[in-house]
């Protein structure tokens, strides 16, 4: 059972403009969301985070949105640059799983020039 | 300069063979883990340990297992009872309950079965 989905598996945008990147939760009692960015051969480095008790949370060009109500969390790259292009997944934590964080499929994002 | 290490960076074994691989912290973290990567599946949990001398199984630990003796070590062996064992292997840490600073991974290890 897949707790966090990202279902779009790539994106490609124009360099410049804005990636919308989207990841849908099940678990009620997650209360804690991450997005990581990935490059090939290397691990996962730490992009932005927000807590369930907030709606929104920005950092630079990085903005993360979160619906409780809807399960629905989004991370907008604003402007998109080509050294943007990775993989980025989410992940999402609660107390009840002992802090463990929990991964979406990853997204793929492609920045063109 | 602080961080997670991971050895080997390639890795190859033969069919019915254990391997380990290796990851250190020097980050002073209480939590490790390992996750693995295959295209299309993101990264799924192992085994995780929150303190020395104990871990838990995670979402797909068979034909695997780890140890935590030292608090700056957390080794994988993947055996041979593992059916499909290439893939790329993730080991993060963090300060404990991974949660106001998520994770800090390693730069991975690629096994593949030849």
């Known amino acids: 059972d897949q707790q966090v989905k990202q279902n779009s598996p790539s994106l490609s945008v124009q360099e410049g403009r804005i990636s919308i990147l989207n990841c849908d939760y099940t678990?009620?009692?997650?209360?804690?969301f991450l997005w990581y960015k990935k490059y090939p051969a290397e691990g996962p480095t730490f992009l932005i985070s927000i807590s369930s008790i907030k709606d929104k949370n920005e950092d630079g060009r990085f903005t993360v949105f979160l619906n409780k109500s809807a399960k629905h969390l989004s991370l907008h790259i604003v402007p998109s640059q080509p050294g943007d292009s990775a993989v980025y997944f989410c992940?999402?934590?609660?107390?009840?799983?002992?802090?463990?964080?929990?991964f979406g499929q990853g997204t793929e994002l492609s920045v063109k020039p | 300069d602080g961080g997670i290490t991971q050895s080997p960076k390639y890795l190859f074994r033969k069919e019915g063979q254990n391997v380990t691989l290796s990851c250190e912290q020097n980050?002073?973290?209480?939590?490790m883990y390992w996750y693995r990567q295959d295209p299309g599946q993101g990264l799924r949990l192992i085994y995780y340990?929150?303190?020395?001398?104990?871990?838990q199984k995670g979402d797909i630990a068979e034909g695997y297992s780890v140890s935590r003796e030292k608090k700056e070590s957390f080794p994988l062996t993947v055996t041979s009872a593992q059916k499909n064992p290439t893939a790329f292997y993730l080991c993060?840490?963090?300060?404990?309950?991974?949660?106001?600073?998520?994770?800090?991974f390693g730069s991975g290890t690629r096994l593949t079965v030849v």
């Open positions: 980050l002073n973290h209480d939590a």
């Open positions: 678990n009620s009692m997650f209360d804690y």
């Open positions: 340990s929150q303190i020395v001398n104990d871990f």
């Open positions: 993060a840490s963090s300060p404990g309950g991974g949660r106001s600073y998520g994770y800090t």
């Open positions: 992940a999402a934590s609660s107390n009840n799983q002992g802090g463990k964080l929990i």
